[in-house]
């Protein structure tokens, strides 16, 4: 990975996994940041005197495997635990890795005529492969082959755990490791091009070895369907997409694989029914849209409702896109809701995607044109063609790692609600409140008249969970009140909230949504410390959702503030999404 995040040495990655949190914490309070920064710089360049012995093991690698480097293709030595070898995929994606192992270990074997079949291990993100101990010989002679044609490593795994470290499959460790694990996890290591963006053996395939025992086999650790099967276990064939929630179900055929009729079932976890995504979108530095804005006063209430952060585009639409492909394939389709606007870099060839004018879903056109993000959700609902289950995200929303549908909605249909820390306001409405305070303090009237309960906590700042039918509902139980806050130009005291707000506390007083975690992280733009922790958030990768908000900044630093993000976002999501106009489209 490249050495320019002083966040992503090893030796800080270290530092944060052998330091409980709770010591880390007391040391960032004695400790000065500006110390602490110039410590991990220091690390940084200490890094880079090992430029040599990568670059010793690059040269044995184009010596090893010279049939990579042809037509363009080559290898990327990478720092770190070991100085892995990648290969570099201009396309590198986590789906595309799952796969590409998938097809690695499963051809190997069929090559050796090595029976196998596939089950439902317990992670989505890895396929696995059940062989007969009787087998092993022939299984690692087939991955010592392999090493003739590219770099594959293994480890040993230790029930999901990988344990130790991970060794090419020819080498003295790897042939071990071969002979002795009950489980191995095999794989490839792509990057990008640049090396911001490295997966490796979380996207593998996993040899289990099952041993006989009372006449069956038996698994070496426990999966999600059985704990053993009879020798003469009939095979089916099906698409890979009947053993992982994380598969590009509606956008293109998967590969086949053999399994047991066990595994060939859904479960009652599976989640089936189509998931669609919808974007609110607005490019505040377009003059039409500003004389738009213009022709109807100042803009709000509230200071910060006209803050012309709020509407600053930073291209942030263009990489939350990138985000949803990489990490959630399973995605349907796409709906981005804009004021007769549409981003000059998206394609409008690609049938995954429909830009959504503001006219198509407000029925009544003296509403339009409006500013006011909380009457453009109100009419999400009305979306043509939208499915009943989506996930609403705003432009700032990322996914920051692989996700499932099961992240964020119950096989039932239920939807998940994140709950965050923070709390709405427990006074009375009054006029210096936030917009998002008061539109929190009215969904509370609203709830409290009809349910008898007072609503406390505010939700994450994540892709919110929705059921259109239950947007509709709500549009017919609190009419007045959805009707006003439809027709209200710019933010207003009068305001609700609903998809990010109002709807999950009624879809849960109602049977229809439970309490969930997601690992989260919201980032201010306008916070001091906002550089230091984009860089973590780059090295450690661990959040499923982050957002990355300005509401305020006063206009003077929006430049910087536009390049640190840029730069952020480049080495985080490197790889264009089918969404964008390739370069020479571009008008």
């Known amino acids: 990975m490249s050495t320019g995040n002083p966040e992503a040495t090893a030796a800080v990655g270290m530092y944060r996994t052998l330091v409980p949190t709770g010591l880390r914490r007391r040391i960032a309070r004695r400790v000065p940041m500006r110390l602490r920064m110039a410590l991990k710089q220091l690390l940084r360049r200490l890094a880079l005197l090992t430029l040599g012995a990568r670059t010793l093991r690059a040269v044995r690698a184009r010596r090893r495997w010279p049939h990579l480097f042809r037509e363009g293709e080559r290898l990327a030595v990478l720092a770190g635990h070991g100085a892995h070898i990648a290969l570099v995929r201009p396309t590198v994606s986590p789906l595309g890795l799952r796969e590409a192992n998938l097809e690695l270990v499963a051809s190997l074997l069929e090559d050796a005529e090595v029976d196998y079949f596939a089950i439902r291990g317990n992670s989505d993100f890895r396929s696995c492969l059940a062989v007969a101990e009787a087998d092993r010989h022939r299984v690692v002679q087939a991955l010592e082959r392999c090493a003739d044609s590219a770099p594959v490593y293994l480890t040993a ?15 003295r460790r790897g042939r071990r490791l071969g002979r002795e694990a009950a489980i191995l996890r095999v794989g490839m290591v792509w990057s990008d091009p640049a090396g911001s963006l490295v997966l490796g053996l979380e996207h593998g395939c996993d040899i289990e070895f099952w041993r006989p025992e009372a006449g069956r086999l038996v698994a070496p650790r426990r999966n999600r369907v059985t704990e053993d099967v009879s020798f003469d276990e009939p095979r089916v064939t099906v698409p890979v997409s009947r053993l992982t929630g994380f598969a590009a179900l509606h956008t293109r055929r998967t590969r086949q694989v053999r399994t047991i009729r066990a595994c060939a079932d859904a479960l009652p976890e599976d989640v089936r029914f189509p998931i669609d995504v919808v974007y609110t979108w607005v490019d ?128 039932n249909g239920m939807t998940r609600t994140f709950f965050s820390p923070s709390q709405v306001p427990r006074w009375d409405l009054t006029q210096g409140d936030r917009p998002v305070d008061a539109a929190g303090k009215n969904n509370r009237l609203l709830l409290l008249e009809n349910f008898g309960t007072a609503i406390v906590q505010k939700l994450r700042h994540a892709p919110y969970a929705l059921r259109r039918s239950v947007l509709h509902e709500i549009e017919r139980e609190f009419a007045e009140a959805h009707w006003q806050t439809g027709h209200s130009r710019f933010r207003s005291p009068t305001d609700i909230s609903i998809p990010s707000s109002l709807y999950h506390y009624y879809a849960y007083f109602t049977g229809r949504a439970v309490p969930s975690d997601i690992g989260f992280a919201y980032l201010d733009l306008a916070r001091p410390e906002i550089q230091r922790r984009l860089g973590i958030l780059l090295a450690q990768r661990d959040r499923q959702a982050f957002c990355i908000n300005d509401t305020l900044s006063d206009g003077h630093d929006v430049e910087r503030q536009t390049a640190m993000l840029g730069r952020f976002l480049r080495s985080y999501y490197p790889v264009p999404s089918p969404f964008e106009r390739k370069e020479h489209e571009v008008r």
Do not use: K
């Open 284 to 411: 505040g530095n377009d003059p039409a849209w500003q004389r738009r804005r213009g022709e109807y006063g100042d803009g709000g209430y509230h200071t910060e409702s006209a803050n012309a952060a709020r509407y600053i585009s930073r291209d942030e639409l263009r990489f939350s896109l990138r985000a949803l492909e990489q990490n959630a394939p399973w995605v349907r389709h796409i709906y981005l809701v804009t004021d007769r606007q549409r981003p000059a870099w998206l394609s409008d060839r690609h049938p995954r995607i429909t830009v959504v004018d503001h006219s198509e879903i407000f029925d009544d056109p003296s509403a339009l044109p409006t500013f006011n993000s909380h009457a453009i959700e109100s009419r999400l609902h009305h979306i043509d063609g939208l499915a009943e289950h989506f996930l609403y995200f705003n432009d700032d929303m990322f996914l920051g790692r692989p996700v499932t549908p099961q992240d964020f909605f119950l096989s």
């Open 157 to 171: 795994c230790r029930g999901d755990a990988a344990v130790g470290r991970r060794a090419l499959c020819a080498s």
